[in-house]
């Protein structure tokens, strides 16, 4: 069983920015993709951005041109949150999927709060 662990969460203010990072126990055999999603309280869970093998991206209209996901092999994945706002504030959850299953870490707290 693979596990995905968050790290880098945390409070910033305003403007401010964080990098989130994902540790996969164990390299993903037929990984497809990986990526982040977040959650905030009352709300369903919504995509941030993913990360495709061949490095194709896809963000969501909220953060485009302000996060940016990487990737540096089949176990990590990070995102780099720049010019964070308020309703950033969200429970952070990693992800990552093979044709027939998907993983999820348990998720990382970031709260933009001056």
């Known amino acids: 069983q693979v596990q995905l662990v968050e790290s880098g969460g945390g409070l910033v203010q305003p403007g401010g920015s964080l990098r989130l990072s994902c540790a996969a126990s164990?390299?993903?055999?037929?990984?497809?993709?990986m990526g982040w999603y977040r959650q905030a309280p009352g709300k369903e869970r919504e995509l941030v951005a993913i990360i495709r093998n061949g490095g194709i991206t896809n963000y969501a209209d909220a953060v485009r041109g302000r996060f940016t996901i990487s990737r540096d092999n089949a176990k990590n994945v990070y995102l780099q949150m720049n010019s964070l706002k308020p309703e950033d504030t969200s429970v952070y959850y990693c992800?990552?999927?093979?044709?027939?299953?998907?993983?999820w870490g348990q998720g990382t707290q970031v709260t933009v709060s001056s």
């Open positions: 992800w990552a999927a093979t044709i027939s299953t998907s993983y």
């Open positions: 164990r390299s993903i055999f037929n990984i497809n993709a």
